[in-house]
């Protein structure tokens, strides 16, 4: 009777270099379809903001909430895990799983903004009926308190993501409020996300933006700072 012959040492060690290299090769492919995937859950919770922000303006005279308390009516702090937001927005967008974004989560839990359960920030110049965070753009400067009064609704932003960290040279302010108030290459402040499809480099990804008409976009890392700032001025003249 003929003996059934195992793998020998080799043939082992051949198999196990095969699977080797198809892990090297499987692994940054199915890392990049997690990202993906999380990506478009936070673009679909974004364009959920853009139907409630529809509403929203539609039932108040086109005015737009408040920057500082459109989801926490007493504080601009971001709103925490165990809270019931109480903002003047939170009626259009009561499922708490829209206001994370997946991936803000997983930079988020190893952050002082671990206990966040919102991810998204509102633009400040487009709400606060016009006042200005700081007199940075000058005594005299405003923004816009109503949709009527934006210049160009498909490029102006609304709500927006932020990073739990500062890039140097790009921010100067992590996510830390409801509230965005993004600077330009004279005066760093806040500025857009990067954590979405980064090619291996957390500050070179992109963020998903909302913009005054509803639609979302994804914009890669703005360097041009002035760039970026015009996404968030709401006015025809800038103020610089």
Request: hydrophobic share 40%; with cysteine; proline share 5%.
């Amino acid at each position: 009777m003929q003996c059934r012959r195992g793998f020998t040492l080799i043939e082992l060690l051949v198999v196990i270099a095969i699977i080797s290299l198809l892990m090297a090769i499987l692994l940054p492919v199915l890392g990049k379809v997690r990202d993906q995937g999380r990506t478009i859950s936070c673009r679909s919770n974004l364009k959920q903001y853009g139907i409630g922000l529809r509403l929203y303006l539609d039932d108040n005279n086109h005015d737009f909430p408040d920057a500082w308390t459109w989801l926490k009516s007493k504080s601009h702090n971001w709103v925490r895990q165990g809270e019931e937001p109480d903002g003047v927005f939170w009626p259009y967008l009561k499922a708490l799983d829209v206001h994370m974004c997946p991936t803000f989560f997983m930079w988020a839990k190893n952050s002082d903004y671990a206990d966040t359960a919102v991810s998204y920030v509102m633009n400040s110049y487009v709400g606060r009926k016009g006042t200005i965070w700081s007199d940075w753009l000058g005594p005299n400067v405003t923004g816009v308190s109503k949709e009527t009064e934006v210049y160009n609704p498909s490029r102006v932003i609304v709500f927006t993501e932020e990073n739990t960290w500062t890039i140097e040279g790009y921010s100067v302010a992590p996510f830390n409020d409801t509230h965005f108030t993004v600077g330009n290459e004279s005066r760093q402040i806040d500025n857009y996300a990067t954590f979405h499809n980064t090619p291996g480099d957390r500050d070179l990804g992109s963020a998903n933006l909302v913009f005054v008409d509803g639609h979302v976009e994804s914009l890669k890392r703005v360097e041009d700072l002035n760039e970026g700032f015009r996404l968030a001025w709401p006015k025809k003249d800038l103020p610089f």
